[in-house]
């Protein structure tokens, strides 16, 4: 957080506890004039004069300021703004919701196929269907690569960046199978689900190193990640893994609309 934001938080978090300015600097052994100028936005303290000032107002230097959104290498590639974090971390779980109910559409065509007569038609839904799908998929994930950047978590940033890859990979050749190489379509479908399943473990090992920061949720997140993983990487127990993803899904916009409340209470 810089300056005048920093200012501006450290003198609503001194109000909050009541504080004048003097009780304040008497506590953190500076001087009235440093805080006045802190508070006003006029200099950029040093990390260690933020943490004192901090720990007198009893909050921790991580939970009110770790938050701040480090500037990643995926950034340009997924149209990252760092100003606008807390509106794409949103858009991130709206988008996550729509994902997941699409999900349940594009599931029923897959047994549709033979009930459509006309299969120029069906092409044409399966194709936007898919399109959604990926689509509504790229603003979701990047809300976790977001998350890894707010957390200086490089493997969440990583594995979230190749799920989405391995993903549109996956639309373009289901697409293309509708059209030739269908005779390859059953070892198209396996490859995927075993790289998915790779990059779903370390997803969700990723997603375990945010439980010091959101708890619970993170770690019931990431555990249901791997154990999902490691499903569909067997291929033969993908039918279970298609059942836990539902869940994991839906934990996971849970976890994204998590850091988008929490980066709100911080900014």
Not at 3 to 15: A, D, M, V, W
Not at 67 to 75: A, L, N, R, T
Not at 133 to 155: D, M, Q
Request: glycine share 6%.
């Amino acid at each position: 957080m810089k300056q005048p934001e920093l200012g501006k938080k450290i003198l609503e978090l001194r109000k909050q506890k009541g504080f004048t300015q003097e009780e304040l600097v008497e506590k953190c052994n500076i001087n009235v004039r440093t805080i006045q100028r802190i508070e006003a936005g006029d200099v950029s303290p040093r990390s260690f004069t933020i943490k004192a000032i901090l720990e007198v107002l009893g909050f921790n230097y991580e939970e009110v300021l770790g938050d701040e959104y480090v500037p990643g290498k995926f950034d340009k590639l997924l149209r990252i703004n760092p100003n606008t974090v807390n509106k794409q971390l949103n858009t991130a779980w709206v988008f996550g919701i729509v994902y997941f109910m699409v999900g349940f559409v594009e599931f029923a065509f897959e047994f549709m196929q033979g009930y459509f007569e006309n299969r120029s038609l069906y092409i044409i839904f399966y194709t936007v269907t898919k399109l959604i799908t990926i689509s509504s998929l790229f603003f979701f994930i990047r809300g976790f690569v977001i998350a890894g950047s707010l957390y200086k978590n490089h493997l969440l940033q990583m594995s979230s960046f190749l799920l989405l890859s391995v993903a549109v990979l996956s639309t373009i050749a289901d697409i293309t199978t509708l059209f030739a190489f269908e005779e390859f379509s059953g070892l198209i479908t396996a490859s995927i689900f075993m790289s998915m399943g790779v990059l779903m473990v370390f997803f969700g090992v990723a997603i375990l190193r945010l439980k010091n920061q959101l708890g619970d949720i993170a770690k019931y997140t990431g555990v249901l990640e791997i154990v999902t993983g490691i499903c569909f990487f067997t291929i033969l127990l993908s039918p279970i893994g298609a059942f836990t993803l539902i869940v994991v899904e839906i934990l996971e916009i849970i976890l994204i609309y998590k850091v988008a409340l929490r980066l709100k209470k911080v900014a």
